[in-house]
T-cell receptor, first 109, second 119 residues
Framework: DAKTTQPPSMDCAEGRAANLPCNHS???????VYWYRQIHSQGPQYIIH???NNETNEMASLIITEDRKSSTLILPHATLRDTAVYYC??????????FGAGTTVTVRA | GAVVSQHPSRVICKSGTSVKIECRSL??????MFWYRQFPKKSLMLMAT?????????EQGVEKDKFLINHASLTLSTLTVTSAHPEDSSFYIC???????????????FGAGTRLSVL
């Protein structure tokens, strides 16, 4: 599976949009981009995934660049409960998820 | 929907004893379940992949005789830490991949985790 690079941490203001970047320059054609998050001392939570088109669900939006080498997770209106570690994972169909260090997002009031 | 229940949430045991952790998919069937371990301030590390009705596949460096995995049904997988020692103290997390998931997609739903402390 292709590796991903994320900033180690970022702060954002409550009520504002949070844009979380992820680089995956070695992604191959059959690999999806997945985003999970882990709130302190809990199991990870699935957020969203995409292949090449932009995706949106009730939690977030995923913007994937045309060359698929990077993506951005957008939390449209961050709340204090969105404080968590966010993981960007690229995975093919071998059913494994490889978790990196992720981005620690702190939402401040 | 897509709820995974993990029990117990916390366990404290004496060195040398065995501990069983259960992982259940409550509202879906899971042909594949996964077990992860997470040390403080570290990311999740995959320990093993469990397929219903067959032997688990362990990641390199994970002792299969120490971490026994059983996936007897489409909704239940168990992890038994045998002869636990203080270095086994960690946060253990399971996940389940729905059986009807498109083969190309790797969406997993996670339990809340089990914090194991071995004295």
């Amino acid at each position: 599976d292709a590796k991903t690079t994320q900033p180690p941490s970022m702060d954002c203001a409550e009520g504002r949009a949070a844009n979380l970047p992820c680089n995956h320059s070695t992604i191959s054609g059959n690999e999806y981009v997945y985003w999970y998050r882990q709130i302190h001392s809990q199991g990870p939570q699935y957020i969203i995934h995409g292949l090449k088109n932009n995706e949106t669900n009730e939690m977030a939006s995923l913007i994937i660049t045309e060359d698929r080498k990077s993506s951005t997770l957008i939390l449209p209106h961050a709340t204090l409960r969105d404080t968590a570690v966010y993981y960007c994972i690229v995975s093919s169909n071998d059913y494994k998820l490889s978790f990196g260090a992720g981005t620690t997002v702190t939402v401040r009031a | 929907g897509a709820v995974v229940s993990q029990h117990p949430s916390r366990v404290i045991c004496k060195s040398g004893t065995s501990v069983k952790i259960e992982c259940r998919s409550l509202d879906f069937q899971a042909t594949t379940m996964f077990w992860y371990r997470q040390f403080p301030k570290k990311s999740l590390m995959l320990m093993a992949t469990s397929n219903e009705g067959s032997k688990a596949t362990y990641e390199q460096g994970v002792e299969k005789d120490k971490f026994l995995i059983n996936h007897a049904s489409l909704t239940l997988s168990t992890l038994t830490v045998t002869s636990a020692h203080p270095e086994d103290s960690s946060f253990y997390i399971c996940s389940a991949r729905p059986a009807l998931t498109d083969l190309a997609k790797n969406i997993q739903y996670f339990g809340a985790g089990t914090r194991l402390s071995v004295l």
